[in-house]
């Protein structure tokens, strides 16, 4: 998500330039695993371990990323940020995926931790000071982000995830389609 330049996005996208609600994102955040158990529990499980290509993930490591992801690549870089500390510490998902086993876990249980987790950050995105979102700290690699910055890409991070899961568990459905209709999709 750090990728896109916001200025680039402000300026190719013609979006304005007010800030979204502290509501609205703890809303749309405490949504993603309400819209992933809906997604995700008709597909079966086999399919959600598949991974798409050799070392991609597979839609249940994408939604254990996502709770892997929640205290320190968002709560914790908030706070400290607010909290006047100078550097941004570092997030690496891959190793945040080491230790635990999200591909053979139980998608219900995941969905469960991952809601149980967004209470507590939905929570703490209500309970922010707009006045304390543009507070400065360094991230190493892309130089100087405010809270408030950390804060927008949370969403914007889960919609990323949901676009890779939902690429992920696509193909399984091309098999069963003719020629004609696998041609006319593309694939």
Same mark, same amino acid.
């Given at each position: 998500? +750090?990728?896109?330049?916001?200025?680039?996005?402000? $300026?190719?996208?013609?979006?304005? +330039?007010?800030?979204?609600?502290?509501?609205?994102?703890?809303?749309? %955040? @405490?949504?993603?695993?309400?819209?992933?158990?809906?997604?995700?529990?008709?597909?079966?499980?086999?399919?959600?371990?598949?991974?798409?290509?050799?070392? @991609?993930?597979?839609?249940l490591?994408?939604?254990? #990323? &996502? %709770?892997? $992801?929640?205290?320190?690549a968002?709560?914790?870089?908030i706070?400290? %940020? %607010?909290?006047?500390?100078?550097?941004?510490?570092?997030f690496?998902?891959?190793?945040?995926? !080491?230790?635990?086993d999200?591909?053979? $876990?139980?998608?219900?249980?995941?969905?469960?931790?991952?809601?149980s @987790?967004?209470?507590?950050? $939905? !929570?703490?995105?209500?309970?922010?000071?707009?006045?304390? &979102?543009?507070?400065?700290?360094?991230?190493?690699?892309?130089g !100087?982000?405010e809270?408030?910055?950390?804060?927008? @890409?949370?969403?914007? #991070?889960?919609q990323? #995830?949901?676009? *890779?899961?939902?690429?992920?568990?696509?193909?399984?459905?091309?098999? #069963?389609?003719?020629?004609?209709? *696998? *041609?006319?999709?593309?694939s």
């Amino acid at each position: 998500g +750090l990728a896109v330049g916001p200025s680039l996005v402000r $300026a190719e996208l013609g979006y304005n +330039l007010v800030m979204r609600s502290l509501e609205e994102i703890a809303a749309s %955040i @405490e949504s993603t695993p309400v819209v992933l158990r809906a997604l995700l529990t008709p597909i079966d499980p086999e399919i959600l371990r598949l991974q798409p290509e050799p070392g @991609e993930w597979c839609a249940l490591e994408v939604v254990g #990323h &996502l %709770i892997a $992801a929640e205290a320190p690549a968002f709560r914790d870089r908030i706070r400290d %940020i %607010i909290a006047g500390k100078p550097e941004i510490a570092g997030f690496n998902p891959s190793l945040e995926l !080491t230790g635990r086993d999200f591909a053979s $876990a139980d998608l219900s249980d995941l969905v469960d931790e991952l809601e149980s @987790e967004r209470s507590v950050s $939905a !929570t703490y995105v209500r309970s922010l000071d707009v006045d304390d &979102l543009s507070r400065p700290g360094n991230f190493a690699t892309y130089g !100087t982000f405010e809270a408030g910055d950390f804060v927008h @890409e949370w969403p914007f #991070h889960d919609q990323d #995830h949901l676009q *890779q899961i939902l690429a992920a568990i696509k193909p399984s459905y091309l098999p #069963h389609m003719s020629d004609a209709m *696998q *041609q006319a999709l593309g694939s």
